[in-house]
């Protein structure tokens, strides 16, 4: 494919092959993603018929298939352009002899050989021959061009082709009438006509046109540079333990399961995990984090990030295309292969572009023949509007700044899946955020130690951490970890070796055990208070730390018998990112409406709302009542969706765009269009911000490419003779569109400089969000989102039963009055157990007010209800 006329032809042809539902063809990659049930022969059979060649890009190794689908691999490209090189010099070398004999010698009597003298018709011959020569070193032009001529899809290169070869063609005849004058021995009618012999126009309009591709070719590989330099991190080589011995074997020969080494400063292979040895790795190469990651037995490790000191033995888990660096270069590269919808509009022009010019060509010289021109002024005009006129430009437009955009991103580790997400991300007003290991870490991590009076830290936490250590709760392991990861504590761990005996656990309660010598027990405050009096101070500590979203757990020692004593209160909480709350005020400053969406309780939605400032919190929503939000919010505004896990993943499909956080999980990653590599809520911003710049960059290139053909045709065709006087010489037609596609290349590589993380302040969204107009409309008031400006936030705490949009009325619910629980762990248990009872649709739970709230699709008893909660060592206290 040679412009966007060939493009569209290839993709109206595969169109309309049965079984595809769709087609999207790019210039730029000279590749084409299909979806639908036709086979691949069908396919490319389709596309040979139109003219051109095609063979699958999946056929081989990711790094080849990358190479193929984007058109940027080393060999390819630069074969490519070393050729055009070539050609270009070959056309100068013979284009200067032939351009001092047509303008040195005829316009400023440059001097030539005795031979010539007087002798225009070897002159003549002279040019001929060396105007075939340039003909036949840029033969392609001609071979594309006549090709799409016969295959009714005429393209640049038939524009080319017309334009020289109608040059060459009338100069062959002007030659044959001037051997007609010579013989006729009419020396002035052989120098008359020696004037209107165009071969040098001919010459000149192929070398300028390869000029323009060699240029053009040179900034289309530049575009891709991000993708090549992810592709050549992929190592060649990996270190296998075969038999007891280090073999070094080829990548492809490396099978999952294989045990491989990394010595310092090598090249980790594939994605594996650790099995022994410990060390820094860099992994910047794949998340942009230049600070080294710590690496021991059990951490996982990707493919082409580098060891930086210790000696590794790791197992191979993906290898291939499975590897997280080959999926992100799938992910890049099948975005740059993808069209925006804004390319539509180029791709409606250029589809008519190419037979348009040629009929405004015929069109043009049959005007000046009738307003009584010669037929070498009226050819010139024609030829003129043939070599100005860039399809090339039009088609190009849009694929190169995806291109840049696309691999500024993946610089970043920002990936966007299509280009569609490239688009329509920078249309966004309101960024709904996920909280659990999206602004918040996702794992418990203790926060508060406070002792009694009496008790060190110290001896809390030991005493705590040997008693939970038995537990398998999410909240136990954080106090198991704040113990042995602390380093503030490890001169005890080396000294201090605890026993623990007659373990016993209250499920949704507490624990308790013989722990150092001493009956001990942890727990919530009911189950403390069985055996220990909390002291007021205590009571009111543990109500300030429940305010600010964390859980207190208390511990108390106690003798045999008899009230024990209070030992003090660890309190866990899911701490905030240190830079989400930084993101939202970029967000925020950029006129984005930030709402946070959880299925977390009322109490800690608040405290985690207010420590990041979000405008709007909508707490205790269910996943499916997540997409219900997320569609009610679409109704105000363009909506990205931010979250992590499976259960984001309704939302996060449901939303405008679908912004993954890289560590999620697999399924969140699968329903996004976008990825964030680094998991880091700042990226959010930068997305929107680079979505945005390169939207503008687009807009630009279609202004130039449009533009350059609404004015350049008309000059060309010498519409402003009559009033200006302006004319345009072939040549410079020529060398205008040799330049026009380059222009829109080099702009393209513009969006390398992008201040993506907005260090001078300059990006807004058009329309400002957080005046409150958008929001999820309050049920009980008919008012919507509180306005962000106000001194205080309001939040809006939406029960699950409303976003359920109120499946059954008040008679078909019951509540529940459940004690024990006291986690989001317990909410979770006494949820499920409902839920799998027949008659129960909906169970939302809240440990904070120790209720379940149950909806019905039939009558159950309330025994029934009350047995599968306290099945699983909870109390019901009541059924209403």
């Not at 640049?156 to 007609?180: C, E, N, Q, R």
């Not at 004593?565 to 866990?572: F, Q």
């Not at 019951?814 to 649709?841: F, N, S, W, Y």
Request: net charge negative.
């Amino acid at each position: 494919m040679s412009c966007s006329a060939c493009s569209a032809r290839v993709e109206k042809a595969v169109s309309k092959v049965d079984g595809v539902s769709t087609c999207q063809v790019n210039l730029l990659t000279n590749s084409m993603m299909v979806d639908g049930t036709a086979s691949r022969d069908d396919i490319i059979s389709a596309v040979e018929k139109a003219g051109y060649g095609a063979s699958p890009a999946d056929g081989g190794a990711q790094t080849k298939s990358s190479d193929k689908t984007s058109g940027g691999g080393q060999s390819e490209s630069d074969a490519a352009l070393s050729k055009m090189k070539i050609r270009l010099v070959a056309s100068v070398i013979i284009l200067i002899p032939l351009m001092y004999i047509s303008m040195g010698h005829m316009m400023w009597n440059w001097p030539l050989p005795s031979f010539f003298d007087g002798n225009h018709v070897a002159m003549g011959l002279t040019q001929m021959l060396l105007t075939i020569l340039v003909m036949i070193i840029n033969q392609k032009f001609f071979v594309s061009g006549f090709k799409g001529a016969i295959h009714g899809a005429p393209n640049m290169d038939t524009l080319v082709a017309m334009g020289s070869g109608a040059s060459f063609i009338y100069s062959v005849y002007v030659l044959f009438a001037m051997t007609a004058a010579q013989t006729a021995g009419d020396d002035a009618q052989v120098m008359t006509l020696m004037h209107d012999i165009y071969f040098e126009s001919a010459a000149m309009i192929l070398a300028l046109i390869t000029v323009g591709k060699t240029l053009e070719a040179y900034s289309k590989g530049r575009t891709t540079d991000a993708l090549k330099g992810l592709m050549d991190l992929a190592p060649k080589t990996a270190v296998l333990i075969r038999d007891g011995a280090e073999v070094a074997v080829g990548i492809d020969e490396v099978a999952v399961g294989d045990i491989f080494v990394v010595k310092p400063g090598e090249s980790i292979p594939v994605d594996g995990i650790v099995l022994d040895g410990d060390s820094a790795v860099d992994e910047s190469t794949l998340s942009g984090e230049s600070i080294p990651v710590d690496k021991s037995k059990g951490s996982r490790v990707s493919a082409a990030t580098i060891n930086q000191s210790g000696y590794l033995k790791c197992r191979a888990t993906q290898v291939g295309s499975d590897t997280a660096l080959s999926k992100i270069i799938n992910m890049v590269s099948d975005a740059a292969a993808s069209k925006a919808p804004i390319a539509k509009i180029a791709d409606k022009v250029s589809g008519v572009f190419v037979p348009v010019v040629i009929a405004i060509a015929v069109v043009t010289m049959i005007v000046w023949l009738i307003a009584g021109k010669e037929v070498g002024y009226a050819l010139a005009r024609g030829i003129s509007v043939l070599v100005i006129s860039c399809p090339c430009a039009l088609g190009l437009a849009t694929p190169v700044a995806i291109m840049v955009g696309n691999g500024m991103g993946a610089k970043h580790g920002i990936l966007f899946k299509t280009a569609t997400a490239l688009e329509e991300t920078g249309k966004t007003g309101i960024v709904v955020l996920d909280k659990t290991g999206t602004i918040t870490k996702g794992t418990p991590v203790v926060t508060d130690i406070i002792p009694a009076e009496g008790i060190t830290n110290e001896r809390l936490i030991m005493l705590a951490a040997a008693l939970e250590g038995k537990s398998e709760h999410p909240l136990a392991k954080a106090i198991v970890d704040e113990w042995n990861d602390n380093p503030a504590y490890s001169d005890a761990r080396e000294t201090k070796d605890i026993s623990v005996t007659q373990f016993r656990a209250a499920p949704g309660h507490g624990l308790s055990g013989v722990v150092d010598g001493m009956v001990m027990v942890g727990g919530n405050r009911e189950y403390i208070s069985e055996s220990a009096t909390i002291p007021d101070e205590m009571d009111v500590q543990a109500d300030m730390l429940a305010e600010h979203g964390k859980t207190p757990m208390f511990f108390a020692g106690k003798p045999e018998s008899g009230n024990g004593k209070v030992l003090g209160i660890i309190a866990v909480a899911d701490v905030v990112k240190e830079e989400s709350r930084k993101a939202v005020e970029e967000m925020q400053k950029m006129g984005l409406s930030i709402v946070m969406l959880t299925g977390d309780n009322e109490r800690t939605a608040k405290a985690i709302g207010a420590q990041v400032g979000v405008d709007r919190v909508i707490a205790g929503v269910l996943p499916d009542g997540k997409e219900k939000v997320v569609r009610e919010l679409m109704d105000d505004a363009n909506v990205i969706m931010v979250g992590d896990g499976i259960n984001d993943a309704p939302a996060l499909t449901r939303a405008n765009i679908g912004i993954a956080i890289g560590a999620g999980t697999d399924i969140a990653i699968d329903a996004a269009d976008i990825v964030l590599v680094k998991s880091s809520l700042l990226d959010v911003p930068a997305a929107i911000r680079l979505s945005m710049a390169a939207m503008r960059n687009i807009k630009e290139n279609l202004f130039w490419a449009f533009i350059y053909n609404i004015i350049g045709i008309p000059l060309a065709a010498g519409v402003w003779i009559p009033i200006f006087g302006w004319t345009l010489n072939p040549m410079f037609g020529a060398f205008a569109m040799s330049l026009s596609s380059f222009c829109v290349v080099t702009n393209a590589l513009r969006l390398n400089l992008a201040d993506i993380y907005d260090k001078n302040n300059r990006y807004r969204i058009k329309e400002k969000y957080r005046s409150g107009s958008v929001g999820v409309k309050d049920e009980g008031s008919g008012r919507k989102g509180n306005d962000s400006d106000n001194t205080e936030n309001n939040y809006i705490i939406e029960n699950n039963h409303r976003i359920e949009n109120e499946k059954g009325n008040d008679d078909m619910k019951k509540t529940m009055k459940i004690e024990g629980m006291m986690c989001g762990h317990c909410e979770a248990r006494v949820k499920k157990c409902l839920e799998a009872l027949p008659q129960v649709d909906l169970a939302e739970v809240s440990h904070e007010k120790g209720i379940a709230i149950v909806t019905l699709n039939a009558d159950v008893d309330d025994a029934v209800l009350t047995k599968a909660v306290e099945d699983q060592d909870y109390k019901v206290i009541s059924v209403q």
